[in-house]
């Protein structure tokens, strides 16, 4: 069972920057950031394969980078022009799969990580 441990997370004001990092027991094919909001469902927020493959929720895109490391054991969240809405707890998730099409379900990743609070205040 592969274990994720995620890092990086904060506070910042409006228009700040965070990054994420997920550390990985082995080589992942297929993972994702989510983030949970306290009352809210938990959303897809970015994912990745392993040929680099991405796609981003519309909420996100365009502020949010997601990236991995050669050795696919790290994943990132670049994260700029943060807003208050984008406070959550941040989930780095793993899939049994290589996908082709990147789900953003949280249903299709198999394994967790704890979480990172991130808190952007206006």
């Known amino acids: 069972q592969v274990q994720l441990r995620e890092s990086g997370g904060g506070s910042v004001q409006a228009g700040g920057s965070l990054r994420l990092s997920c550390a990985a027991s082995r080589d992942i094919y297929s993972w994702a950031w989510f983030r949970q909001a306290p009352g809210k469902e938990r959303e897809g927020v970015a994912a990745i394969n392993s040929d680099g493959n991405t796609r981003y929720a519309d909420s996100v895109k365009d502020r949010f980078t997601i990236s991995q490391d050669t050795g696919l054991t790290t994943l990132w969240l670049q994260m700029d022009s943060l807003k208050p809405e984008d406070t959550a707890m941040y989930y780095c998730?793993?899939?049994?799969?290589?996908?082709?099409?990147?789900?953003?379900?949280?249903?299709?990743?198999?394994?967790w990580g704890q979480g990172t609070q991130v808190t952007c205040s206006s």
């Open positions: 998730a793993a899939s049994l799969w290589k996908w082709r099409l990147l789900p953003l379900g949280p249903s299709e990743y198999a394994t």
